[in-house]
């Protein structure tokens, strides 16, 4: 039987005769409780972050008329990836296979228990628990995209696209960055919870998908203010709090390091939101309120990859840097002509790119001796290793991207008609209102 049938058979197989729940507790002597309710507990926090802290983040960016289309968007990925990441989505993403992708060994979960670690990801938590813990930043990715397309996308379109891009730009990349056996985890690229394989990632296919996609009418034209920026700010501090889970769950242990990766995280965020505050009061005469929530993602999203890599004083430049850069790369948005709707190019594509290159210029071996130095501790090596990890990743992302959104309009469409975008995405594409006015 060929080699690639076998191993979907012998995968079907498990998937209908073993329930991983009840693998044997052999070797559960090993397993540690205070990092399993750490990583749990973490996966809960990632899960905060995409509902209701990115929903709300950006509900109240879009205009009145779209706040449930995009709630919708972020609650319905939350269902959707949980469910092909138990299904297939992790075994692609982390299973032993090759260079590039996973195999289908762990398809339906069968052999990811409950109770035993894998030593290869970690050798203190069930297997189960990293899988979920992975599942959260999965989930998180895709919904990150919708705030580029916003108030006028199809919900097929949606749907379909983002199944496509799990499955075909996600997981493979996960793969090559932090599977086990994946080319680029393999020449040493550090990126600790998702700099490349959530914010590069889903930066670039935002860039793809508005460019596809084309402008809202009446862009540049009419006026898009943010209809209620109080639910961006709640949305934001849940990200904020959220972030800790990200960053800091990503040591996979109640330890030292997820301490260092607090820390960082939190230095890192409020060092961006003065970046990018103290920008806009130079370039624009005021700060705002949106500008602060801005400028706290888009530290958050720098410091992502470097957070457990680099110490205190790193992650304040790395902020600050961040704060600005991102803010900078929001103001020349309307200049390139792009209708990014909710700026998810220039915080997620420039501040994760920013965040991944930071990481080959501030890693430290005396933070994590588990990494390697950066360029300013003696190792100019790391940058060139990051700065490939960028470009792969960028360049996957947005070709595959291109043209999984091609086959998507194929299929289903993915844009809705001009009536409906007129009339609003609640109302059009789910029958419904935000907002009562009736006493």
């Not at 073993?18 to 996966?43: E, I, N, Q, Y």
């Not at 379909?160 to 680029?184: E, K, N, Q």
């Not at 540049?220 to 961006?232: A, F, I, K, S």
Request: charged content about 10%; proline content about 4%.
């Amino acid at each position: 039987m060929p080699r690639p049938l076998l191993c979907v058979g012998t995968a079907a197989a498990a998937l209908l005769l073993a329930d991983p729940a009840f693998a044997s507790d052999a070797a559960a002597a090993t397993v540690s409780a205070g990092d399993t309710a750490w990583v749990l507990t973490s996966s809960a926090l990632v899960l905060m972050m995409t509902a209701p802290g990115l929903a709300l983040f950006y509900g109240g960016m879009v205009r009145r008329k779209n706040v449930l289309a995009i709630l919708m968007q972020s609650f319905m990925l939350a269902a959707l990836v949980s469910v092909q990441w138990v299904l297939f989505g992790y075994s692609l993403a982390f299973s032993p296979g090759n260079a590039f992708i996973g195999s289908l060994h762990w398809i339906g979960l069968a052999g990811v228990s409950a109770t035993q670690p894998y030593p290869d990801y970690s050798a203190t938590v069930p297997h189960q628990a990293y899988m979920i813990f992975q599942c959260m930043f999965a989930v998180i990715t895709p919904a990150l995209i919708t705030g580029a397309f916003a108030e006028r996308i199809s919900f097929r379109g949606f749907f379909v696209f983002s199944l496509l891009w799990m499955t075909l730009i996600y997981d493979p990349l996960a793969h090559w960055v932090w599977g086990a056996d994946g080319w680029l985890h393999k020449m040493g690229a550090l990126d600790f919870a998702g700099g490349t394989v959530v914010h590069i990632s889903s930066g670039i296919s935002a860039l793809a998908a508005v460019l596809m996609i084309g402008r809202r009418q009446g862009y540049l034209r009419e006026p898009m203010p943010p209809h209620n920026l109080t639910l961006t700010v709640a949305g934001a501090g849940l990200l904020w709090a959220g972030w800790f889970g990200f960053n800091a769950g990503s040591a996979l242990a109640a330890n030292g390091l997820a301490v260092s990766a607090f820390v960082a995280t939190n230095t890192g965020a409020a060092a961006a939101a003065l970046g990018w505050v103290f920008a806009e009061w130079i370039v624009l005469g005021k700060p705002t309120t949106l500008g602060a929530a801005s400028g706290v993602v888009a530290g958050l999203v720098a410091i992502t990859p470097a957070s457990g890599f680099v110490g205190p004083i790193s992650s304040v430049i790395i902020g600050l840097v961040a704060g600005v850069v991102c803010f900078l790369a929001v103001r020349i948005k309307p200049r390139l002509g792009y209708d990014d709707a909710l700026d998810v190019v220039g915080v997620h594509g420039v501040g994760g790119t920013w965040g991944a290159l930071a990481t080959g210029l501030f890693a430290s071996v005396a933070v994590n001796s588990s990494g390697a130095n950066g360029l300013f501790f003696g190792n100019p090596q790391q940058l060139g290793i990051q700065a490939l990890a960028v470009l792969s990743s960028i360049s996957f992302a947005f070709v595959g991207s291109l043209i999984l959104l091609k086959i998507t309009d194929v299929l289903v469409g993915l844009r809705v008609s001009e009536q409906d975008e007129r009339s609003g995405l609640d109302l059009s594409e789910h029958e419904e209102s935000a907002y009562s006015l009736e006493a």
